[in-house]
């Protein structure tokens, strides 16, 4: 039934809760899990001396949320992979999960937000409204 299993993984409490079901059902139905983390860096330091080394930064932080998570399931015998993409979130999850021919996303209900979030709508229900694939929402 789930092939390829999307994990929306922002590094949150509610993303390590998530965790537990991506592996779970990785298991349960021989499924390859991709491991998905977006980031951005605010748009106010992109003409400064300091972008590149932001930039470097905050990839490199990304890269070790997908690294734990690819840890965990690996040790769980989960084929995994991971993807870190500079996007708004929910547009990377949305995107790769089409690339990818997603057939679950799974994600944590009560991440990290912005303001801008708060305001305009939560990652989780954006990706709720425009997936083309079931969607597990963990909170």
Known sequence: MFRTIIFANEGSPAADRALLYVEHLARLEEAEVVVVHAFQVPSRYG??????????????ASWAVV??????????????RGVVREAASAQA?????DEVGASLIVLGT??????????????????????????????
């Open 47 to 60: 003409t400064t001396d300091v972008y590149d080394e932001l930039h470097a930064t905050f990839e490199k």
């Open 93 to 97: 999850i949305l995107e790769i999960a």
């Open 110 to 139: 009560r991440g990290t937000s912005s303001a801008a979030e708060l305001l305009l709508g939560s990652v989780s229900t954006e990706v709720l409204r425009f997936a083309r694939c079931p969607v597990l929402a963990v909170p």
């Open 67 to 80: 690294d734990d998570a690819l840890e965990e399931l690996q040790k769980g015998g989960v084929v995994a």
